[in-house]
C-alpha cells in the first residue's frame, strides 16, 4: 500500500511538473541553434517593454497588497471576533472572484465607471489604475482572506481582546501590537500571492489597456518561441524563492511562537 | 457600604435568560467564589463584572462608582483566564508590563513594578522566556502577575485552575490565596470544582441555572446546604427515603429501623415521606464508633478508592454509602454481611424542596 | 467601530459586486434599442457553436472532477494518517498552480507530450483532451486538495481509522464507508470549484486548440457587444445558484452530523 | 499458560525508547489496569497489543498463538477509544452492526447480536440516533458495545473515561466494570487516574518511564508501594527525612523525636537519613486515637477540603500532611497550634531506592 502511494506520487510529479519543467528549461537554452545559451533571458531582460512593464505589475502589486492587508486584517478580525454568524457568508463573498471569470468583474466596471458615469475612473490613466487595482484586490481578495482567517484562528482572538481590553488597551493597540504581530506570517503568505497573481494577470490589464506585464508575457508567447520559455523559467524560480521565503519565515516564526 | 456591589443583576442571550436577578455585596479584600455546574451563568456574571457583556437588567458598582458606562478598558479591573492568553509575541516581562505601557506610565516604574510582579511569583529568572517555552502553571502564574501589575481595584479568575494538572492545580491555588492575602486584592473566583471552592474562599456563592442557591463560608455550604441542589452538587450525599412515624418526637423511619431527628420535621403528618441526606463520611462501623444513632442494612459493594473504602450497604429501598480511611490492617466488609452504621442523629439532613 | 464597518462593508460590497453586475445585466437586456429584451441572451443560447462549447466544457469538467476526486481523496487521506511530516510539502505543490502562470504549464506541455515526444499526446484528439484535462486538474488541484483536507480535518481520521480496523475492516471499506461519507461535502464544494474553473478557463484550451466555452467566451467578447454581457450574467446565475446548492447541501450535512 | 502475554516487549520512536523490557502475562478474564503518568508508555502498550504499533523487540501472544505478523484488523481485538470515536456517518444500530458487517456474518444474525448489545449497554431506545445526537457517556457506551459485538478475545480500553465529566466517569466505570464481569472478557484498561485504577481493577501495572514498577492487587500497589514513584504516584503521600539512631533496634529520630519501625532499616548505620513515608490518612490527633506511635509538631496550616479537612504539621524540618473526616461538630485545629498525630508504626515506610 505504502509503495503503491510512494510510486503513484512520484508518476505524478514527474508528469505533472517536474517533466514539462525540465523540458522548457533545456529548449529555453537552446536559442542558438546546437549549443546551450542563456541568449533567449538576455533579449528578455534586454527588452526595455519587458522593464517597463514588469515595474509597473511590481508597483500595482505593492498598491495591491497594502490595501489589501488594509481591508482584510480588520474585516477578518472583527468577523471573528463579533460576528462569527456572517463567517459562511464572509467566505461565500470572497470566494466570488475564484468563480466569477475575471471578464465579467472588468466588464462590470468598465460599463460602471466609464467617462459618462458619476465616477468616471477609466477618464484619467490614475482613476484606470485605481480601479485595475480594485480589480487585482478582488481577484486576490479569497487568498488574503483565508491566509488571514487560518492565522487568527491558529491564535485565541476572543480571549486575546479581552485580557488586552482588561488592561486599558483600546481597538487601535489590540490590532497593532497584538494581533497584527501574531498573524504576520500569514499576511506575508498573502501577500506573496497576491503578488503572484497580479504579476501574472492578463485579462483584466488587456481590458483596461495598462502596460502590465501579463499582457506583455501574453505577446511575447504568440510571438516568439524561446523567449516566453526563457520567461516562464523565470517567472517559476521567482516563484520558487518566493515561496522558500515563506516556508522560512513561517518556520522561523513557528520557531519562535508556537505553543511548544 | 460594599466594595463590589451587584444588585438585581440579570442576562438573556436571545430568549434564555442566563442569570436571573443575581445579588451580591463583597467587601473589600474579601475571597469569593462562584460555584457551579456549567451553564449555571457563573462566568456570565464574571464577564458582567468585567464589562465584557452589558447586562440586561440591574447594577454594578465598584467602590461607590457604577459601572454602567464603563467599557472594558475604563474599569480597571484584572482578569485571568482559563486559558491564560499570554500575549504569544511578547516574553513574560512585556506581558507584565503590558497594562502598564498602555497606562502610559515611565519606564522606570514600569520596570520596577514588573521586577516586583515577578518577584511575587516567583518567577524572576523567566523574564525573558516566552509563553511557548513555560509550562502551563508558569504561564498561568505569568497572566496572574499582568493581571496584577496595573494595580486593579478587583480581581477576577476565571476557571483559572482548570486546564493545569491536578497537582500544579492545588499549589497555584495555594500560592493565588496568599498572593490574594498578602495584596489584600478583593477576588471573585469562578470554579466548577467545589474542592477548590471550599479550599481557598472566604465565602462561596453557589449558583443554580443563573441564581445564587445560597451564599456562606466554605463550612457552612458544606455542612447545611440550603437547598437539595447544593447538597448534590457540593460534596457525595446519600440520599435516603424516609417515612414519618411521629411528627410531634421527630420520629421517622427507614426501611423499618426507627431514628430521631435533631431538626424539627415542620409541617408534616405520619405516614409522608421525607428526604434525608447523609455525607459519606458522617457515620463509621468500627465496633467503637460514637454516635447516638445507628441503621444496620447488607452490604452490596465495597470499592477501594486509594485513601478511601466506599461500602454500599442498602436499608429499606435506599442505599445507603459510607467511607472509612483505608489501613493496610483494615478488614472491609463483605458484601452480603450485615453491618451497623453510627453516626450522630444531627447529621442527618432533612431535604426541603 | 461597529457602525464603521458596517458601512465599510456596504459600500465595499456595492463599489466592488453589486454595482457592476447591476450595471451589466441592465446593458445586456438592451440589446433591441430602447427597451428591454431578452434578445441578447436568445442570441447566445441559439448560437451553434455555444452550445457545443459549453457542452464540450461540461463534459471535460465531468471527466477533471471525477479524476481529481479519485487522485486527492486517497492521497489527502494517506498524507493526513501516515505522512503528517510531508503535508507542508503537499501543501507546498497543490499551490504550485495558483502561481505558476497555465501558459508554462501548457507550454511545457506542449514541448513534452508533442508529437515527437516518447508520449505523443498532442497527436490525436483523445490524446489531447487527455492532456487538457491534466491541465484542469492541475488548476483545480488547489481547491480540491484544500477543500478535502479541510474536510478530513473535521473528522478525527486517525482514530476512526483505527476503530475500523479493530473492527476487521481493510483499506477499502475503510475508504469506501468512513473516509468519503464524512468528507462528502468537501468533495462537493471541490467539484464545484473545479467546474467552474474548467467553465472559465481560456489560455490552455487555447494552446492546445480544443473547441472549449473559455474561448468561444474570449471571442464573444471581443467582437460583440451585448452578448458576452448576457453570456457574464448567465454564467454569474449559475454559479450563485451553485453555491446556493453546496451552502444548502453543507448546512443539511451540518444538521445531520456535526458533533452538537 | 496466561492468555495473553508479553514478553520483553520493546518500542523505540527514533532514539526515544518509550517502551523498555516490558513482561506480563494476564489471565483470560482478568481486568488489568495500566496506571502512570502521560509518556510513561502505557498507551504504546496498549496499541501494541491492539497492532497498531509494531513492537521493536519482544513477542505478543493471545491464547497461545503469536501476533508478530497480524495485522490489526486480523487479531479479533476490542478497541475503546479516549475520543470515542464512533462513525458521525452511522447512526448507533449501525455503528454496533459495522464489526459484524465486515465479517460478514448474515443480516439475522447481526440484528440478533446488535439488540443484545444495545441490552447490554441500557440504549435500546436510542438505536436510531447519530453519535452528534448523544452525550459524551452514551457515545462511549455505544463504543463499548460496538467493540463488543464481535466477540473480541480481548477488550483495550485507552482512557475511555477521560473526556467525561466526573460525575458520568464514575457511573461509567463501575457500568464498564459490570460488563466485563458478566462477559467475562480479558481487559486491559489503559489510564492515569490513579482512583479510577483502584476501584476497577483485579490487577494494577504502574507505570513509569517505559517499564512495569510494580503490578500487583490495588490493595497491594497503595499499602505496599514498591518504589518512591509508586508511593508517590498513587495517593497523596507525606516523605519525611529521618535521622538513624539505632540500626539494630530500628530506631530513628524525626526532628528531635524517636520512632521504633516495624521494618529492618536494612544496611545503614547511626547517622544515616532515611525517607520514611506516611498517608495522610493513617493517623489521628484525635485525643483517643489509637497507635503505638506519635509525632508532635506545630500546626502551620489547615485547609477545609470538603469530606475531608487536611491539616498541616512541622515535625523537624519534615511537613506532615493529616487527614480527618469532616464533620460539623469538628473544630480544627489552629495554627500555631501543637498536636500530636498518633499512628501504628507499620503505616510507617521506608522508602529505597
Known amino acids: ?23 522548457m528549461t533545456n529548449f529555453s537554452l537552446k536559442m542558438r541553434r546546437g549549443v546551450y545559451s542563456l541568449d533567449a533571458y538576455a533579449v528578455v531582460l534586454g527588452d526595455p517593454r519587458f522593464q517597463e512593464t514588469f515595474t509597473y505589475s511590481i ?38 472572484p475564484l468563480v466569477i471569470p475575471a471578464i465579467v468583474i472588468v466588464f462590470g466596471y468598465i460599463r460602471l465607471y466609464n467617462t459618462s458615469s458619476w465616477l468616471p475612473l477609466t477618464g484619467s490613466i490614475t482613476g484606470t489604475n485605481i480601479l ?17 482567517d487560518t492565522g487568527l484562528r491558529a491564535i485565541d482572538i476572543a480571549t486575546l481582546t479581552e485580557a488586552a481590553q482588561s488592561l486599558g488597551a483600546g481597538w487601535t493597540t489590540i490590532l497593532a501590537k497584538i494581533i497584527l504581530p501574531n498573524v504576520l506570517v500569514a499576511v506575508l503568505s498573502g501577500a506573496f500571492l497576491t503578488f503572484a497573481i497580479v504579476i501574472g494577470e492578463f485579462t483584466m490589464a488587456a481590458l483596461l489597456n495598462r502596460p502590465a506585464f501579463g499582457p506583455y508575457m501574453q505577446l511575447l508567447g504568440a510571438n516568439r518561441a524561446y523567449e516566453p520559455a526563457a520567461l516562464a523559467v523565470m517567472s517559476f524560480v521567482l516563484t520558487w524563492g518566493c515561496l522558500g521565503l515563506i516556508q522560512l519565515v513561517s518556520r522561523f516564526q513557528k520557531g519562535a511562537q508556537s505553543p511548544a | 457600604m460594599s466594595f463590589l456591589t451587584l444588585t438585581s443583576l440579570q442576562k438573556s442571550f436571545g430568549p434564555v435568560q442566563v442569570v436571573k436577578d443575581f445579588n451580591m455585596s463583597i467587601e473589600k479584600g474579601e475571597f469569593i467564589s462562584f460555584l457551579g455546574p456549567s451553564g449555571c ?18 447594577t454594578i458598582t465598584i467602590n461607590g462608582k457604577s459601572q454602567a458606562n464603563l467599557r472594558p478598558n475604563q474599569r480597571n479591573i484584572g482578569m485571568v483566564f482559563q486559558a491564560y492568553a499570554l500575549f504569544p509575541n511578547m516574553n513574560v516581562a512585556e506581558n507584565v508590563a503590558f497594562g502598564l505601557k498602555v497606562a502610559g506610565r515611565p519606564k522606570a516604574e514600569i520596570d520596577q513594578r514588573v521586577k516586583e510582579m515577578l518577584g511575587l511569583i516567583k518567577l524572576d529568572h523567566l523574564a525573558d522566556r516566552y509563553p511557548y517555552q513555560m509550562s502551563g502553571g508558569q504561564q498561568q502564574r505569568v497572566a496572574l502577575a499582568r493581571a496584577l501589575a496595573p494595580k486593579p481595584q478587583v480581581l477576577l479568575l476565571d476557571e483559572p485552575l482548570s486546564a493545569l494538572d491536578a497537582k500544579i492545580r492545588v499549589s497555584l491555588r495555594e500560592e493565588i490565596r496568599m498572593i490574594q492575602q498578602q495584596l489584600g486584592i478583593t477576588t471573585v473566583f469562578v470554579t466548577h470544582d467545589q474542592e477548590e ?36 452538587f457540593v460534596g457525595t450525599l446519600n440520599l ?12 421517622v423511619s427507614i426501611g423499618d429501623q426507627g431514628v430521631t431527628l435533631r431538626e424539627p420535621l ?88
Open chain 1, 132 to 148: 485595475l487595482m480594485f480589480g487585482y484586490a478582488t481577484l486576490a481578495l479569497p487568498y488574503m482572506y483565508r491566509s488571514v
Open chain 1, 1 to 23: 500500500m505504502k509503495k503503491f502511494w510512494a510510486w503513484g506520487a512520484l508518476i505524478f510529479g514527474l508528469l505533472y511538473f517536474i517533466l514539462p519543467l525540465i523540458g
Open chain 1, 59 to 96: 508597483l500595482m502589486a505593492l498598491a495591491t497588497i497594502v490595501f489589501g492587508v488594509v481591508l482584510v486584517v480588520p474585516t477578518a478580525y472583527w468577523v471573528r471576533l463579533k460576528l462569527p454568524g456572517l463567517r459562511p457568508y464572509i467566505e461565500f463573498v470572497t470566494l466570488l
Open chain 2, 240 to 251: 435516603i427515603e424516609a417515612k414519618v412515624v411521629d411528627p410531634a418526637s421527630n420520629r
Open chain 2, 197 to 232: 471552592a471550599l479550599s481557598i474562599s472566604d465565602r462561596i456563592v453557589v449558583m443554580n441555572a443563573g441564581r445564587a442557591d445560597q451564599i456562606g463560608a466554605p463550612a457552612d455550604i458544606y455542612n447545611r446546604p440550603a437547598t437539595r441542589f447544593v447538597a448534590n
Open chain 2, 41 to 58: 451563568g457563573k462566568t456570565t456574571v464574571l464577564r458582567m463584572i468585567a464589562g465584557f457583556e452589558t447586562p440586561s437588567g440591574g
Open chain 2, 266 to 353: 415542620g409541617d408534616v403528618k405520619a405516614g409522608d415521606t421525607i428526604s434525608l441526606a447523609l455525607r459519606p463520611e458522617a457515620g463509621s462501623i468500627a465496633p467503637d464508633a460514637k454516635g447516638d444513632t445507628a441503621l444496620s442494612g447488607e452490604v452490596v459493594s465495597t470499592n477501594f478508592l486509594g485513601s478511601v473504602i466506599r461500602t454500599r450497604m442498602k436499608v429499606g429501598e435506599s442505599i445507603i454509602s459510607f467511607d472509612m480511611f483505608n489501613s493496610p490492617g483494615l478488614v472491609p466488609p463483605v458484601v452480603g454481611e450485615t453491618v451497623t452504621l453510627r453516626f450522630v442523629a444531627s447529621d442527618l439532613l432533612i431535604i426541603r424542596d
